[in-house]
């Protein structure tokens, strides 16, 4: 079983001072052995990219425990737009189907309720070594 088969992978990106700082995320291959996720634009994961490129993926559960008896592997981290990140939402939305919709309609809830605009989505593109 590879990484992209997992249905969530511990994603860890380095603070300034190189803190690791996990989460758990839902992954997908986007080809030329890649892997993607979607996320808002300015999140925490995507504003430590900008900092430091480096990545660490693990198997976890949905809460970000990792799997026992798996090994961490790195990568390098990119964040994309416009037909990069539509490609990748394309690779989450094939890989987890109606979950996608349902996280994308509580969203869009979340923004009336909160009278926040919907934020603007990016995707991180993982290279592993």
Same mark, same amino acid.
């Given at each position: 079983?590879?990484?992209?088969?997992?249905?969530?992978?511990?994603?860890?990106?380095?603070?300034?001072?190189?803190?690791?700082?996990?989460?758990?995320?839902?992954?997908?291959?986007?080809?030329?052995?890649?892997?993607?996720?979607?996320?808002?634009?300015?999140?925490?994961?995507?504003?430590?990219?900008?900092?430091?490129?480096?990545?660490?993926?693990?198997?976890?559960?949905?809460?970000?425990?990792?799997?026992?008896?798996?090994?961490?592997?790195?990568?390098?981290?990119?964040? =994309?737009?416009?037909?990069?990140?539509?490609?990748?939402?394309?690779?989450?939305?094939?890989?987890?189907?109606?979950? =996608?919709?349902? =996280?994308?309609?509580?969203?869009?809830?979340?923004?009336?309720?909160?009278?926040?605009?919907?934020?603007?989505?990016?995707?991180?593109?993982?290279?592993?070594?």
């Amino acid at each position: 079983m590879t990484l992209a088969d997992e249905k969530y992978v511990s994603f860890t990106t380095y603070k300034q001072d190189g803190t690791p700082k996990s989460l758990p995320v839902w992954i997908a291959d986007v080809g030329e052995g890649r892997l993607g996720f979607t996320t808002e634009d300015g999140s925490w994961k995507v504003k430590r990219l900008h900092n430091d490129g480096r990545v660490q993926l693990q198997p976890s559960d949905a809460r970000g425990n990792v799997t026992d008896g798996t090994s961490p592997v790195d990568g390098t981290g990119v964040v =994309v737009h416009g037909a990069e990140m539509e490609a990748v939402m394309a690779a989450i939305k094939a890989k987890y189907g109606w979950q =996608v919709t349902l =996280v994308q309609a509580l969203g869009k809830v979340r923004g009336l309720v909160s009278r926040k605009a919907e934020a603007d989505r990016c995707a991180i593109v993982i290279t592993l070594d």
